[in-house]
């Protein structure tokens, strides 16, 4: 059974880093698509990028592309997305998922997510 657990989240200011991890403590996921979505205040969920479990990367919006970076360390069961160049429209809570189909935006296993808070 996946049970993804988000952290790394927080305040930081416009230009900051965050490094936000998420691990599987079910320990099962290393032949899972993995993925980041995040959901800003007030709007829908968007997905932000995924990693095939070969490592095949996908990102989403062209606004987190050469910023974001989704990789994954199968040994510990963990996906991490490094944040760069932080904004205020980056405030959000995301989410990790996990999920085996083929499709890059669908999952079948979610974080409960962790609050990104950009200050200008």
């Known amino acids: 059974q996946v049970q993804l657990v988000e952290s790394g989240g927080g305040l930081v200011q416009t230009g900051g880093s965050l490094r936000l991890s998420c691990e599987d403590s079910?320990?099962?996921?290393?032949?899972?698509?993995l993925g980041w979505f995040r959901q800003p205040p007030g709007k829908e969920r968007e997905f932000v990028a995924s990693?095939?479990?070969?490592?095949?990367?996908?990102y989403g919006a062209d606004s987190v592309k050469g910023r974001f970076t989704i990789s994954r360390d199968n040994a510990k069961n963990t996906v991490y997305l490094q944040m760069n160049s932080l904004k205020p429209e980056d405030t959000a809570v995301y989410y990790c998922?996990?999920?085996?189909?083929?499709?890059?935006?669908?999952?079948?296993?979610w974080g409960q997510g962790t609050q990104v808070t950009v200050s200008s």
């Open positions: 998922a996990a999920g085996r189909s083929l499709n890059p935006y669908i999952y079948d296993y």
């Open positions: 079910g320990r099962t996921f290393t032949t899972y698509r």
């Open positions: 990693i095939g479990w070969t490592g095949g990367i996908i």
